[in-house]
Structures are given as C-alpha cells and as structure tokens.
C-alpha cells in the first residue's frame, strides 16, 4: 500500500489502514481506496482496509481469513470477491463462518467491492476479502 507510515486514520501502518472507505477502483492487479493504491489482494474490514495475501481461490480458508475472524462480532456478512469468475467456497469454510456468525456471499471482485461500498454506506456490518483482478 502506497501511503505514510504513521498509524493514523488514511495512513498506511504495516500493511493496514484504520477506518472504513469505500472501494473508489478495482482491476489493473489491485484496488484504490484512502487516497490511495494497493497492488494486490484486500480485506476491507470494520477496523480498517488490510493488505491480504491471498491471489487465488484455493488460498481462501479460515486461516487466512483470521483478521475478520478476530472481528466477527462487528461484522454480520462477509463479501467474498473471487476474481473474475465466482468459484465453489468448500461447505467446511462456510460453517466456520456461521459459527461465528458471519453469513457469506461469494461473487466477482467487481460486484463484491461494489455491494461493499452500497452495504457499507448503509452502515451495515460488513466485511469485503477481495481477491486482486487483472
């Protein structure tokens, strides 16, 4: 992530952004939100946006969901972007979720990050993990 390094809110701090923005562009290998440019994949959650080293479906599990896991009280849907093509989610992830009660809704990229922004607007508690697209 592009940014300064100073841990305040629209600062980049170790590959995480505190506070909630919209997704303002996708594609090109990343996204653009803060002010800012990310190359790569993105957890936009209700503490901030984060760097996420996912780059394909098969890297989609409950360990590297872990950041939203730790917040799963603050987030009641989780918007799965999958890259261009929505894939099959294994059922085991999807009751890992609903264990923690977070519901799950898998699509593109594209409409993930747009439904995130309507969602977010709306002041509903969600979550978007974002995988990059070209």
Known sequence: MAGETDGTRGRLHDGFVPGRYPIDAYGGGGFRFAEMSHRGSILALPSGVRAWDVTAPDGITAASLS?????????????????????????SLRQHLKAAGIGLDVMQTGAAARTYNILMAENRKVAAALIAVP
């Open 67 to 91: 950041p939203l896991l730790a917040e799963a009280g603050a987030v009641d849907l989780l918007l799965l972007g999958t890259g261009a093509d929505i894939v099959f989610v294994p059922d």
